[in-house]
């Protein structure tokens, strides 16, 4: 049980951050929220988790883009024993068009961001002889895909920021691992499947599998849930020497 743990989740107001949290409530630990800006859906989100599990959630406004606001979070928290990284952007384009502003923002969101929180957090873990850092990258942290040059290169790069987290820790009861999920069933992935639908011809079963799962061997996408339930499991006893290392969950993407 995580009861008496404090869990901080970036980017936790939809999707697999929200989804991540919601698990670690139901494994009893306090959570912290976090988006970019205040909206009256985040105290909605926070309201559900509460009467869904008992847990305390709190929502903390703070831009992931942000290296101070990075910092600025987990004082927030009072520090945190669980830090998942989750906070993420995509853009898509060839490398010669790339916007420069868009490569900026994507690496300080999906990379550097992990960097700062995880600096701020890891002297409260020490203090607190225990804690937990979940990197969330992605099946494109282990091989790449055109046009996704700033997603692909931040993802590698929070593996390898994971590995080091991992060996600055190594005999502390402190671990760090990366989540490489495939395609997870979001929002964010549910708002592409009408345009596609037009775009081919398609209808929605057929988008689906064809072009969303086109490299997802399973054939499914993953849940929000079951990103939760492997987050919970890195926090759990069974996984104490399990550090530094990366946990598919892309149903055979990157078996391929
Ligand atoms: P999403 O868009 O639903 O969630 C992203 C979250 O990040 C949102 O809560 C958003 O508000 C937040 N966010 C964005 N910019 C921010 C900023 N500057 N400061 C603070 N918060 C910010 O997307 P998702 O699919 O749930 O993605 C979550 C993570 O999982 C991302 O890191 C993404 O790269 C990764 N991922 C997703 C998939 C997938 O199929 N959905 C696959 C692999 C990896």
Redesign the pocket.
């Known amino acids: 049980s995580l009861k008496g743990k404090t869990a901080v989740v970036?980017?936790?107001?939809?999707?697999?951050?929200?989804g991540i949290a919601t698990s670690l409530a139901e494994a009893g630990a306090r959570i912290i929220l976090?988006?970019?800006v205040e909206r009256d859906a985040c105290e909605e989100c926070a309201e559900k988790i509460r009467q869904d599990t008992g847990a305390e959630v709190e929502f903390v406004a703070?831009?992931?883009?942000d290296p101070e606001a990075c910092h600025a979070l987990i004082e927030a928290a009072g520090g945190c024993d669980v830090l998942v990284n989750?906070?993420?952007?995509?853009h898509v384009a060839g490398i010669p068009d790339f916007p420069v502003d868009k490569w900026n923002l994507i690496l300080a969101?999906?990379l550097s961001?992990a960097f700062h929180t995880t600096a701020a957090a890891l002297p409260h873990m020490r203090e607190r002889g225990w804690g937990r850092v979940i990197n969330?990258?992605?099946?494109?942290g282990l091989t790449g895909s055109p046009y996704k040059s700033a997603?692909v290169a931040a993802?590698h790069g929070i593996v390898g920021l994971t590995k080091v987290t991992a060996l600055e820790t190594a005999e502390e009861p402190i671990t760090c691992n990366a989540v490489c999920?495939?395609?997870?069933m979001?929002?964010?992935?549910e708002k592409q499947i009408p345009d596609t639908m037009e775009k081919y011809g398609m209808d929605r079963e057929t988008v689906i599998r064809e072009v969303l799962l086109e490299r997802q061997p399973s054939k499914q996408m993953a849940s929000?849930e079951q990103m939760g339930g492997t987050v919970v499991f890195l926090c759990s006893p069974a996984a104490e020497q399990i550090t530094g290392t990366t946990i598919s969950v892309d149903g055979g993407w990157t078996a391929l």
């Open positions: 970036t980017g936790s107001t939809s999707g697999i951050g929200l976090n988006g970019r703070a831009d992931m883009g989750n906070a993420g952007v995509q969101v999906n961001s969330i990258a992605s099946a494109h997603y993802k999920p495939g395609y997870v979001t929002p964010l992935v929000v």
